[in-house]
């Protein structure tokens, strides 16, 4: 199994400011096909995880463009450029080149 | 705009089954575009995957759960079931259904809100 580390597990921000979370993961997520099946999910209080970012950098339908991801092989970035209130929440991300998925531990973003 | 919601008991006694069921709206259950997966939370910890099923009827289990998991589908109510046998307390979590487009290279793009099950006697 491969297993996906993040840090921190949790970071308090203030509004305005930048975050930025780390993912590394145990194996390489590049696959053959020269794709990076590297995701990040957003689990807001009392709701399911929503997607954010999948294959590394492209952002879900509807995602702000103050998310942004980077990275490759087995080191993983998720940056807020300026956060916001409803940012707060658990950040995941995941992997999906080899089963079972796998998930990091999750960093909890709180506001200052 | 897919929409799955799970629903099922809330508390199962230990050694017994879980069962829990996810409906689907927005989509077809039997379209071969669509895998149907089911993830699970214990309280205030990280998320775990359990399997996912396809219409074509492969299932694909995480090893650690695979031998007391079950993934099955009712096509004609557009829903697909959980069983996870002989639960402990360690079972008590939210269980998620969740949908993606392949077994691999591919994101849960929905989700349903969840349903906490209680492992107690």
């Known amino acids: 199994e491969i297993v996906m580390t993040q840090t921190p597990l949790s970071l308090s921000v203030t509004p305005g400011q930048p975050a930025s979370i780390s993912c590394k993961s145990s194996q390489s997520l590049l696959h053959g096909d020269e794709k990076t099946y590297l995701y990040w999910y957003l689990q807001k209080p009392g709701q399911s995880p929503q997607l954010l970012i999948y294959?590394?950098?492209n952002r879900f339908s509807g995602v702000p463009d103050r998310f942004s991801g980077s990275g490759s092989g087995t080191d993983f970035t998720l940056k807020i450029s300026r956060v916001e209130a409803e940012d707060v929440g658990v950040y995941y991300c995941m992997q999906s080149i080899q089963l079972p998925h796998s998930f990091g531990q999750g960093t909890k973003l709180e506001i200052k | 705009q897919l929409q799955l919601q799970e629903s099922g008991p809330g508390l199962v006694k230990p050694s017994e089954t879980l069962s829990l069921t996810c409906n689907v709206s927005g989509g077809s259950i039997s379209s071969s575009s669509y895998y149907w997966g089911w993830i699970r939370q214990p309280p205030g910890k990280g998320l775990e995957w359990i399997g996912t099923?396809?219409?074509?009827?492969?299932?694909y289990y995480n090893p650690s759960l695979k031998s007391r998991v079950t993934i099955s589908v009712d096509a004609s109510k557009n829903q697909y079931s959980l069983t996870l046998d002989s639960v402990t307390a360690a079972d008590t979590a939210v269980y998620y259904c969740?949908?993606?487009?392949?077994?691999?290279?591919?994101?849960?793009?929905?989700w349903g809100q969840g349903a906490l099950v209680t492992v107690s006697s």
């Open positions: 294959e590394v950098f």
């Open positions: 099923f396809h219409y074509s009827g492969t299932t």
């Open positions: 969740a949908n993606h487009l392949q077994i691999l290279k591919s994101s849960f793009d929905y």
